[in-house]
Structures are given as structure tokens and as C-alpha cells.
């Protein structure tokens, strides 16, 4: 098993990247089957989900378009309570069927405040595909995500775009922090 050291910090591999590979085809395979009939619309939430979009939407067999937002809610190691649109939405999304890309989904605090804000941008629906998802850890029913690809339980990982303080986002793997 790999093991890097990041801040001091032990870190080791928790998903490689042949079982991420598995994961996001089958989250490919369940959106592609679901929007057989729509052209949906991405919304890949920046900046952690740039490499799981990347690889989620290279499988995608329909009609569709990407657009990015940019949304902050962590300092360090946990969350700040409150989301900052760093880069708001830049699309027309009206009567749209949008698919939010995320990294991480945590306490959940984010979706929901994005879910409501594409809503009252006009969307038809919103649902969301998330690399990871903590299920004991999320405090808002509407942010479970319809499309987890791998859920895990309280613990701080980084790699795939995921980071620490900006670093490791280029890690292949995803990396579990070691107690
Ligand atoms: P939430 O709003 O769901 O509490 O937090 C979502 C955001 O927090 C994610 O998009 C991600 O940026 C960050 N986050 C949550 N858990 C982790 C984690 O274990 N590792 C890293 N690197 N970021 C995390």
C-alpha cells in the first residue's frame, strides 16, 4: 500500500486508481441510462471535482453540455458553515436537467445551498453525481447525492483532486489521512 507524507501527516492509499476507474464508469453508466431521452447540463463544482468531472464526462454517451462554478466552504480541515461563490455560474440554465459533478460531499451544506440556488436560477431538476460521500456525516436530506460513486465514512482524504491546502490535488489515488 502507498503511503506519502503531506504537512507533516501520514496519508495512506485508500481507493486506487483502477477502483476509481470502476466506480466512475458505473456512475457513467447509471447517468447515461437515466437521461437516455435529455441532453443534461454539468455543473462541475470547482475547484475538487475538475478531475472526477473529467473522467465521469469523457464516459457520457449523450448530447450534453459542461459549465463550472466555483464554491468555497473549507478552511484547513473542516467547514466554515457557509458557502462563497468564488466563480458564480456563467450559463443559462433554465428549464435545464443539470448534473452537479462534486468531489466531496461532506456535511452536505454545499449542495444544498447550490441545489436551491440552480433552482431559483430556473433549473428543471438538479441532481447530483459525487466521487465520495460521507452518509454520517450529512445534515441536509437533499444533499445526498443520486449518483455517489463511493461513500466513506468521518475521515479527511486528498488525491484526485481532492487537497490539502491546495496540494495533492495531482495524486492518482485517493489518499485516507492516518489516525
Ligand atoms: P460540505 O459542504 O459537504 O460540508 O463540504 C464539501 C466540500 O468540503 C468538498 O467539496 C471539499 O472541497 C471539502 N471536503 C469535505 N471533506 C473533505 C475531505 O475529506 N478532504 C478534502 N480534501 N476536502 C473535503
Known amino acids: 500500500m502507498r503511503c506519502i507524507e503531506e504537512q507533516g501527516h501520514i496519508f495512506e492509499e485508500w481507493l486506487t486508481p483502477e477502483q476509481i476507474t470502476e466506480r466512475v464508469q458505473a456512475v457513467a453508466d447509471r447517468i447515461n441510462e437515466d437521461y437516455k431521452d435529455k441532453s443534461p447540463l454539468f455543473v462541475v463544482v470547482l ?77 428543471a431538476s438538479v441532481k447530483v453525481a459525487a466521487m465520495l460521500c460521507k452518509p454520517d456525516k450529512i445534515q441536509f436530506p437533499d444533499a445526498v447525492p443520486e449518483y455517489p460513486a463511493q461513500c466513506i465514512k468521518d475521515e479527511f482524504v486528498i488525491g484526485y483532486g481532492l487537497d490539502w491546502e491546495g496540494f495533492c490535488r495531482n495524486l492518482d489515488a485517493i489518499f485516507k489521512l492516518k489516525e
Open 47 to 123: 475547484n475538487g471535482a475538475f478531475v472526477f468531472a473529467a473522467d465521469v464526462i469523457r464516459r457520457i454517451n449523450r448530447r450534453c453540455k459542461v459549465t463550472f462554478i466555483r464554491v468555497k466552504s473549507y478552511e484547513g480541515t473542516t467547514s466554515t458553515g457557509n458557502i462563497k461563490f468564488i466563480i458564480p455560474l456563467q450559463q443559462n440554465i433554465e428549464g435545464r436537467d443539470v448534473i452537479v459533478l462534486e468531489d466531496i460531499v461532506d456535511t452536505g451544506l454545499t449542495i444544498h445551498q447550490l441545489k436551491d440556488y440552480l433552482y431559483e436560477q430556473g433549473a
